[in-house]
T-cell receptor
Framework: EADIYQTPRYLVIGTGKKITLECSQT?????MYWYQQDPGMELHLIHY???????EKGDLSSESTVSRIRTEHFPLTLESARPSHTSQYLC????????????FGPGTRLTVT | GENVEQHPSTLSVQEGDSAVIKCTYS??????FPWYKQELGKRPQLIID?????GEKKDQRIAVTLNKTAKHFSLHITETQPEDSAVYFC????????????FGSGTRLQVQP
C-alpha cells in the first residue's frame, strides 16, 4: 500500500547524542518535507527537498541536516540533541508538478533528557 | 517570504451550527490555498484546497472562499458535527519558487453536542 512511513515513532535520548529520524514514502513523490510541531500547535517547516540531491532550509532555524540520495528516502539528522529539540517531527511528501496535496507520516515524538 | 495569519485560534460551536475560519496572506502572487484537519493524536490531512483561478469551492459540508483582492481565504463548515472537532490549518505557498507551504497557526474547533 502506498504510504509514508516514519521510524522510530517514539524516542527518548540524552543530551548530546546524535540521532537520525527516518522517513520513507512509497508514493513515487518527488517533493518531501520535514516539519516540527508541538502537539496541536503550528507546523514549522525545517527542511524540504524537491528531488534527489536537492535540499532546502525552511522557515525554522534548525541544527538538523537532511539528505536526499534516493527519491523515497529523506532522513533528518540531529548531530547533538538538546532538550529544546523535544517535539514531534512530521515528514510529508507531495507529487510532481506544482504545489498539491501533502501526505503526512505518523510522526516521531522525540524527548531529549 | 509568505506570511499567513489565521483567526480565530479557538472556536466553540453547538452541533448543527456553522463554523468559519479565516486566513490572510501577504504575497499577491500566491496561487494555491489548502486547508488541513488534524484530529487529536493524528497526522494532518487535506480536506479541501482552492487555486487562484476560482473564487469558491465546495465539498459537501465544507467550502472554501478566496478573495484575491483582499488577500484572504476562509473555510466554512456547515451543519457541524462532533467529529468535526479538530485543529484546522490553512496554508499558502512559502515563496516564489512555490515548492513548499507556509502554514497558519491553527484553529482549535470544538463542536459541542
Amino acid at each position: 500500500e502506498a504510504d509514508i512511513y516514519q521510524t522510530p515513532r517514539y524516542l527518548v535520548i540524552g543530551t548530546g547524542k546524535k540521532i537520525t529520524l527516518e522517513c520513507s514514502q512509497t508514493m513515487g513523490h518527488d517533493k518531501m518535507y520535514w516539519y516540527q510541531q508541538d502537539p496541536g500547535m503550528e507546523l514549522h517547516l525545517i527542511h524540504y527537498s524537491y528531488g534527489v540531491n536537492s535540499t532546502e532550509k525552511g522557515d525554522l532555524s534548525s541544527e538538523s541536516t537532511v539528505s536526499r540520495i534516493r527519491t523515497e528516502h529523506f532522513p533528518l539528522t540531529l548531530e547533538s540533541a538538546r532538550p529544546s529539540h523535544t517535539s514531534q517531527y512530521l515528514c510529508a511528501s507531495s507529487g510532481t508538478g506544482g504545489l498539491n496535496e501533502q501526505y503526512f507520516g505518523p510522526g516521531t515524538r522525540l524527548t531529549v533528557t | 517570504g509568505e506570511n499567513v495569519e489565521q483567526h480565530p485560534s479557538t472556536l466553540s460551536v453547538q452541533e448543527g451550527d456553522s463554523a468559519v475560519i479565516k486566513c490572510t496572506y501577504s504575497d499577491s502572487a500566491s496561487n494555491y490555498f489548502p486547508w488541513y484537519k488534524q484530529e487529536l493524536g493524528k497526522r494532518p490531512q487535506l480536506i479541501i484546497d482552492i487555486r487562484s483561478n476560482v473564487g469558491e469551492k465546495k465539498d459537501q459540508r465544507i467550502a472554501v472562499t478566496l478573495n484575491k483582492t483582499a488577500k484572504h481565504f476562509s473555510l466554512h463548515i456547515t451543519e457541524t458535527q462532533p467529529e468535526d472537532s479538530a485543529v484546522y490549518f490553512c496554508a499558502a505557498p512559502m515563496d516564489t519558487g512555490r515548492r513548499a507551504l507556509t502554514f497558519g497557526s491553527g484553529t482549535r474547533l470544538q463542536v459541542q453536542p
